[in-house]
């Protein structure tokens, strides 16, 4: 089962995507996850992309389409993927599907307020990528993942000005491509009007995909 999770910048796709991967045993390919790990490494490509990711804005097309086609191409994907950040414009979203077909795309409709919230509020576990909201989803002890141990911090691009460009380049690139699957009848929308627990957002994702996924997957 391929899937694509979409959503605004703090809507929760990497949440749901990861609680999505356990679920399934599906390898969850988030390209943000992938950019930053990069960029912490200090590799070519992270050098590269650095700017970008510092000021919200959009990773060139071609190098964001390698990345994924490489990652997409590995054993693991094989018998599925839930994709977290890709597409995010319409040439990524025709390079994907020379890639793969698609079975279900996933859409997260989450008010402006919600996001806000969670943006200034997000820490992020720095060793295993584990995800906290300082008050919705803290963790046991301050700075510190249940997890693994790891040190929290909080991201670079989660400051306000970058948020506001993260939530024009979804709205003016990423929105638009949602029309582009709709037409095949693949879209399945989640609403979160209000901060709900994330055990209720996950139930309702379920039971979106198991009522549009052929019975054996
Ligand atoms: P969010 O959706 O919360 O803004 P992500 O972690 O998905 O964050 O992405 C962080 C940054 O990585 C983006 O602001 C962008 O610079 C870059 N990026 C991630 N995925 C893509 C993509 N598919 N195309 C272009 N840039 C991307």
């Known amino acids: 089962m391929n899937l694509i999770m979409f ?11 990861s609680r999505i991967s356990e679920r399934y045993g599906i390898p969850h390919v988030a390209t943000g996850d992938i950019f930053r790990r990069e960029v912490s490494e200090g590799s070519d490509l992270g050098k590269k992309i650095k700017g970008y990711l510092d000021r919200g804005e959009l990773v060139p097309d071609e190098v964001v389409n390698e990345v994924v086609e490489r990652r997409l191409s590995e054993e693991d ?3 599925g993927f839930i994709l977290d950040g890709y597409p995010r414009t319409l040439p990524q979203a025709e390079a994907l599907d020379e890639m793969a077909k698609i079975d279900l795309v ?16 997000r820490r992020i576990c720095r060793r295993c990528g584990e995800i906290y909201n300082l008050r919705s989803m803290p963790p046991k002890r301050e700075g510190v993942c249940d997890k693994c141990g790891g ?3 909080q991201r670079e ?5 970058v948020i506001r460009n993260r939530l024009e380049e979804y709205r003016e690139r990423t929105q638009p491509l949602i029309e582009f699957y709709r037409r095949r009848n693949i879209v399945r929308e989640i609403v979160v009007r209000e901060e709900k627990p994330v055990d209720e957002v996950m139930r309702m994702i379920y039971s979106a995909l198991e009522s549009s996924l052929p019975a054996e997957v």
């Open 7 to 17: 959503g605004p910048p703090g809507g929760g796709k990497g949440t749901y995507s």
């Open 77 to 79: 994907c094989r018998d």
């Open 106 to 121: 996933i859409v997260l409709e989450v008010s402006e307020e919600v996001i806000i919230n969670r943006l200034s509020n």
């Open 151 to 153: 040190e929290l911090y």
């Open 157 to 161: 691009d989660d400051r306000p000005e």
